[in-house]
């Protein structure tokens, strides 16, 4: 008990004394509950003694005195994000922010467990009660038996917490909203694959593989080009789209410890597919698909890099309506109780599912500034037994405008990196843009980004193999609005094939003036240039870096450059600002 004791108070876990003891983590709580080892919680002194402190923060320690108060009301918990980094951030802060007022003004009192300081939802003024702790089962289940809640909200903190929920299950916590059944169902790849089948949807071919001879023969099978992650990755961490057996050996040995502790996961890469990523709300029963938003990167790039769009700019309704009858027969099927997100992938007239997420997504805050309908407020109040009838989220929905959602990344504060987007989340925010139509919404989104779009000038085009039979329509749409064409040889044999007029420039290696010294003498008003992959020539990527440090305008899929002409097309005015009440007061006068 000594030992015991001693070790908690120099702050070793559950987990780290179970792994050095050769013992089930269960088998040291159990210990410990047994010897009367258990934390105590102290009040944060925010007045610095100076003055007695009210601020309701507590974190534990393995002390002897007291500081917290438990309180007879009722009362949930709400597990947060834990520490921001890139992947998994401010978004899941503003779901459990919108779940703590839900909370508040249903009466209820509204716990929120969290360890980063530096967020909204542990502010003095957000919940009734905050525990400073690790998101890990140890220190959850210790304020759970402290407090006694009536319920856990798992579902806003992004898969940190959702890691959680069947642990949390199998120790008797109540969890509120979807079952963690539901949740293990999508999560886990068997049973993922079973329900699709359920249901006669469509999956990427995919397989699961323990070591390279696995992998390379599920990639044989499936045919390349593949998409390979490790499972339970946040962001897109370690995630790759690979071309041929070489690459994929590179990636094992680069990136696969020699004995994984989880299946790799490798899928069918749907190259120039259109991404769309889908927001629904339930109760168990009725559905509100509340965005469907089409993404103006293609398939391949991390959701959370890649810009998009509500309502969609270029979905046929029969696609929209097709997607949405899908992602309402998921959402049943699962019996979701509250948020729900669904990644598609459009090829043809086919519709791929890629993943589906029984919780808040990070587009939860954008849509519901898009839209209107508060979704992690109602989601909250969908936990705690309202209806959708009850609520009526199909009133409170306005429109007659377009949003385009864009991320910020942080390539300016990284000297040497490589700008290319790709499946690993690279974006450390996201800035909105409003407007009539889409070329509004999109310039201003850019601008907000960090970029403004030239409205003349010279473009430069140099692109891989795979993109250069899509090239010439974009450089078109450029030549169209009286920019000149400039283009490395390769490329610019591809666009004068094409009709058009176009003058070559040397690459770095080729000699000078090239297209580097172009770059630093502003003679270009946009860059467009797309990689090769993981063996993207240095040459490439010094010219992207040069567009960087020059602050030139870039693009590094052909899908944002004919996102940027379309938009330049339309000639549309960015000065004009309003506000999003003032689009809502619109669209509500409109209604009437």
């Known amino acids: 008990a000594e030992i015991l004791r001693i070790a908690k108070e120099y702050g070793f876990s559950d987990r780290q004394l179970a792994e050095m003891w050769k013992r089930p983590e269960a088998d040291i709580r159990r210990l410990r509950k047994d010897f009367g080892i258990l934390p105590t919680y102290y009040l944060v002194d925010t007045c610095a003694a100076e003055f007695e402190a009210y601020t309701p923060y507590?974190?534990?320690?393995?002390?002897?005195?007291?500081?917290?108060?438990?309180?007879?009301?009722?009362?949930?918990?709400?597990?947060?994000?834990?520490?921001n980094r890139i992947g998994q951030g401010i978004e899941f802060d503003y779901c459990c922010c919108h779940a703590?007022?839900?909370?508040?003004d249903a009466g209820i009192m509204a716990i929120m467990v969290n360890s980063n300081p530096e967020t909204v939802s542990t502010d003095y003024d957000t919940s009734d009660r905050l525990y400073f702790e690790p998101l890990t089962f140890e220190d959850v289940m210790n304020i759970v038996e402290k407090e006694k809640p009536e319920g856990v909200i798992v579902q806003f903190g992004g898969q940190t917490p959702l890691n959680l929920a069947v642990p949390l299950m199998r120790a008797g916590v109540p969890i509120?909203?979807?079952?963690?059944d539901a949740i293990d169902r999508a999560e886990d790849r068997e049973r993922f694959q079973a329900l699709i089948e359920k249901l006669g949807l469509l999956q990427p071919p995919n397989g699961t593989a323990m070591d390279l001879e696995q992998a390379l023969e599920v990639a044989e099978r499936i045919t390349y080009p593949v998409v390979v992650r490790p499972s339970y990755v946040l962001g897109g961490r370690?995630?790759?789209?690979?071309y041929d057996a070489a690459e994929l050996t590179d990636y094992f040995r680069e990136q696969v410890p020699e004995k994984p502790e989880h299946p790799i996961l490798i899928d069918k890469f749907l190259e120039h597919a259109i991404e769309v990523d889908v927001d629904a709300l339930s109760d168990g029963n009725e559905v509100y698909v509340a965005g469907i938003m089409e993404h103006i990167e293609e398939a391949g790039i991390h959701s959370g890099d890649s810009a998009c769009v509500l309502p969609s700019f270029s979905l046929s309704y029969d696609h929209v309506a097709n997607i949405a009858a899908q992602a309402e027969a998921l959402a049943r099927e699962l019996k979701v109780v509250g948020l729900m997100n669904i990644q598609f992938a459009?090829?043809?007239?086919?519709?791929?599912?890629?993943?589906?997420?029984?919780?808040?997504?990070r587009t939860a805050p954008f849509v519901s500034k898009a839209t209107g309908v508060p979704l992690p407020y109602l989601a909250t109040q969908v936990m705690l037994g309202k209806t959708l009838d009850e609520l009526d989220p199909w009133s409170l929905r306005r429109g007659g405008f377009t949003c385009v959602k864009e991320a910020v990344m942080p390539f300016q504060r990284f000297p040497g990196v490589d700008i290319i987007l790709g499946p690993e989340m690279h974006s450390t925010g996201e800035v909105m843009g409003m407007g009539a139509d889409f070329a509004e919404a999109f310039l201003k989104s850019q601008i907000a980004a960090g970029q403004r779009p030239p409205r003349s000038g010279k473009v430069f085009l140099s692109v891989n193999d795979r993109d250069k039979p899509y090239v010439a329509d974009v450089a078109r749409l450029f030549a169209d609005l009286g920019f000149d064409l400039l283009a490395t040889r390769g490329t610019a044999k591809v666009l004068r094939e094409g009709g058009l007029e176009v003058e070559e420039v040397r690459k770095v290696y080729e000699g000078r003036p090239n297209i580097v010294d172009l770059i630093i003498n502003h003679e270009i008003a946009l860059v467009i240039n797309t990689a090769s992959g993981k063996n993207t020539a240095r040459d490439s990527k010094a010219i992207r870096r040069a567009a960087l440090t020059w602050k030139v305008p870039y693009c590094t899929t052909l899908a944002a450059a004919r996102a940027t002409a379309t938009a330049l097309a339309a000639g549309r005015d960015v000065d004009h600002v309003e506000t999003l009440q003032e689009y809502y007061a619109r669209d509500a006068r409109g209604q009437e």
């Open 58 to 83: 507590f974190y534990s320690t393995y002390e002897t005195g007291d500081e917290m108060q438990v309180s007879d009301r009722r009362k949930v918990l709400i597990l947060g994000g834990g520490p």
């Open 176 to 180: 509120l909203g979807t079952s963690p």
């Open 346 to 361: 459009i090829k043809g007239d086919d519709i791929y599912i890629l993943e589906v997420n029984p919780r808040a997504s």
């Open 100 to 104: 703590s007022f839900a909370l508040r």
């Open 238 to 242: 370690a995630m790759a789209v690979v």
